[in-house]
């Protein structure tokens, strides 16, 4: 199948392709755009059926497992528009820290994105919210998400108070089900990937779903300049 071929297959679940492109795609995969066509990377992405597929994960529609799911989680998706994009995969919960995860799943760190909880402190008032940034990426906590927030000082919320707001498992912290008051600062290149895992509020399965489909979710601000590339020495 050419490229211009599944281009004709609109309609179709979003295909899961990630970095430089190819022309042509193995035989056995059924590959659709809904919105545009994205390049793939050969052996790490690719569509079974009409759900995403990613380096190892068993990926399966995430509305038909609550159990892989925060309880937050799973009320969260079954309100948004775009629960059908959204996948599941069970895995160890003893790998689900990122460097772990990625190294035993065959999951690219471009396609892994870390949910973090902050607390910005103003005039005596806290207030909290969540960064979505790429795993090959920081964020600029203390620059860009603190101007956003409008707060004098920010940091990370602790672990126990992490878990406590959230009612999800530190290490599986996903945007899917925070508190609806807490905005969410998603960095630009976590919605141009064509497919990223994020946690599921569990550190026993993680979530699949077409990047761009962040964007419509409540509480979501794409704030640019929000992270900046890893180097060799960060």
């Known amino acids: 199948m050419t490229l211009p071929q599944a281009e ?33 990377r050969p052996r790490a992405c690719g569509v079974i059926g009409t759900m ?20 937050a989680t799973a009320e969260a998706l079954s309100a948004w528009s775009r629960v059908d994009d959204v996948g599941v995969a069970p895995i160890d919960p003893d790998l689900a820290d990122t460097a772990a995860f990625c190294a035993a799943y065959g999951v690219p760190l471009a396609a892994s994105a870390n949910c973090v909880v902050l607390a910005g402190k103003r005039e005596g008032q806290v207030r909290m919210a969540a960064c979505l940034v790429l795993a090959t990426t920081r964020a600029d906590v203390n620059g860009v998400a603190r101007r956003w927030l409008d707060v004098r000082k920010i940091s990370f919320a602790p672990m126990d ?74």
């Open 52 to 71: 995403m597929q990613i380096g190892t994960l068993d990926v399966t529609p995430a509305r038909s497992r609550p159990d892989l799911l925060a309880p």
């Open 8 to 40: 004709q297959g609109a309609g179709l679940h979003m295909a899961l392709l990630l970095g430089g492109g190819t022309s042509g795609y193995p035989q056995g995969y059924r590959l659709g755009y809904r919105d545009r066509a994205w390049p793939w």
């Open 161 to 234: 108070d992490a878990v406590a707001m959230t009612g999800m498992e530190y290490g599986g912290i996903t945007p899917v089900g925070l508190p609806a008051e807490w905005p969410i600062l998603v960095d630009p290149r976590v919605i141009q990937e064509a497919a990223i895992v994020i946690g599921s509020g569990i550190r026993g399965s993680k979530l699949v779903l077409p990047g761009a489909a962040l964007r419509d979710y409540p509480g979501v601000a794409v704030v640019e300049s929000l992270a900046s590339p890893l180097t060799p020495s960060s």
